[in-house]
């Protein structure tokens, strides 16, 4: 049966969830194996970028370990694996423990299919070695997410495209920005081999990343996705009509070309800036010899009001009917423990903890990571910028938002649609979902 469309996946799980408690049991699953061990089923999309195995290896290497829990890995994929384990949940045979975007998904939260952490063993002594972002995962004065790493949005920029055409700095602000952008597509192209200076990720090949590009810049222009009290979607306000309108110029003014993929322009040398997570630093480094010794990160050229950005990555969750919690939970602290996310710093995964918490060997394996490699000083700085604020407000309506987005966003900035339609359409489509959560 092909997979249902996300918005009816999720009604699915929450009708199923909440009519009916046994809906939503793991009561099909064996509690242990022939050995006795407790059997937790994690389900998880390839999340250590560049290497597919990286998952199970760690599963296997739990299960080696220690002799009370087996770990049963499902791997699934980026494209329809958040559908599936909607799918999967709603019919009552999903998984113990999987992978979901920081932030949280309302519909579990809402119909109760998550475990809180304090009855996954976790307590206030654990919790609070997190970063304070970790407030992403709560709901209702409980967390229930554990949060694997984070990712925010940066500046990725060509070192050879800046030396060759006399630029000494990444941009500052949104000004340089769009000057220095231009410099680097006017001069190259007079020199008959054009280079685009900036690219937006999200007006190219890669749409869904519209959704984080244009957060991050409403957010620095003072704008909100909702209400603070996430009632009213917020986007069609004087901040939403000063970021589309600069994105918007980037077009008009032929700075920067509709279509052309921004990673891939970007490791060609076509491409001399654009912004993503961090964590896109993998498929740049991928590049060999097209980007070896020629790039760099910066953080988010400030906008009138601040320099904020999107906030991403993963977290651990669980249902909250398994019938081995404190089996979850003892996976969850092992494959989110300090140890492990150190390793996730190897793809440029953001350290979750706070490293005045956490232990010494750690802490140093940790600074050895960030001395190698002088982009962390960038990313770390991007992240103090940030609070929890936009991924809490994300969290509602979220569907119907990146889909109006991804329509809207594109169309405004690339003139097909005035920018006051485009943003007061994101507004209705978004205000009707916000209106169907009061329900």
């Known amino acids: 049966m092909a997979p249902l469309p996300r918005r009816l996946a999720a009604l699915a799980l929450a009708s199923a969830c909440l009519l009916s408690a046994a809906a939503c049991s793991s009561s099909g699953a064996p509690a242990t194996d022939a050995n006795g061990r407790a059997v937790v089923k994690f389900w998880s999309m390839p999340y250590w970028i560049g290497d597919d195995a990286k998952v199970k290896q760690l599963v296997d290497q739990f299960n080696a370990s220690q002799d009370k829990v087996t770990v049963q890995l499902t791997q699934l994929e980026w494209k329809d694996g958040r559908d599936k384990i909607k799918q999967a949940i709603a019919a009552g045979n999903g ?3 999987w992978l979901m975007n920081n932030g949280l998904e309302l519909d579990y939260l809402k119909a109760g299919s998550l475990a809180p952490l304090d009855k996954l063993g976790y307590t206030s002594a654990d919790t609070d070695k997190f970063l304070p972002l970790a407030k992403v995962d709560e709901y209702e004065g409980k967390q229930y997410g554990v949060p694997l790493y984070f990712d925010v949005d940066v500046m990725l920029y060509r070192t050879d495209v800046f030396q060759q055409y006399g630029v000494t700095a990444p941009p500052k602000t949104w000004d340089e920005l769009k000057s220095t952008a231009k410099k680097i597509t006017d001069e190259s192209a007079a020199a008959g081999k054009k280079v685009s200076g ?13 959704n984080s590009t244009w957060e991050s810049f409403l957010c620095q222009a003072g704008g909100s996705l909702t209400s603070p009290d996430y009632a009213t979607s917020t986007q ?6 000063t970021a589309m309108e ?9 700075v920067s070309p509709t279509g052309t993929s921004a990673l891939n322009g970007f490791i060609s040398g076509e491409v001399a800036m654009f912004p993503f997570f961090q964590s896109v630093i993998a498929n740049v480094q991928a590049g060999g010899d097209k980007t070896a010794g020629k790039w760099a990160v910066a953080p988010m050229p400030a906008g009138p009001k601040s320099g904020c950005s999107m906030v991403g990555g993963h977290s651990l969750v669980a ?3 398994s019938r081995n919690l404190n089996a979850a939970g003892d996976f ?14 190897d793809f440029h995964a953001i350290f979750p903890y706070d490293l005045a918490k956490v232990d010494p060997a750690v802490k140093a394996s940790v600074d050895e ?8 000083n960038a990313i770390f700085e991007q992240l103090s910028r940030n609070t929890p604020d ?11 938002r990146w889909d109006a987005q991804k329509a809207s966003v594109v169309a405004g900035v690339n003139g097909q649609q005035p920018v006051d339609k485009a943003l007061q359409s994101i507004d209705a489509q978004v205000g009707q979902a916000l209106d169907g959560e009061k329900k």
């Open 95 to 97: 998984p113990d423990v």
């Open 198 to 210: 900036w690219q937006f990720k999200g007006m190219d090949d890669h749409l869904n990343a519209i």
């Open 236 to 241: 069609d306000t004087e901040a939403g009509r």
């Open 246 to 254: 600069y994105m918007k110029s980037f077009y008009t003014d032929k």
């Open 319 to 321: 249902r909250s009917d």
């Open 332 to 345: 969850m602290r092992w494959l989110a423990s300090p140890e492990r996310s150190a390793q996730y710093m």
């Open 369 to 376: 990571k960030v001395k190698a490699d002088p982009n962390w």
């Open 390 to 400: 936009l991924l809490l407000q994300d969290r509602h309506a979220f569907q119907a």
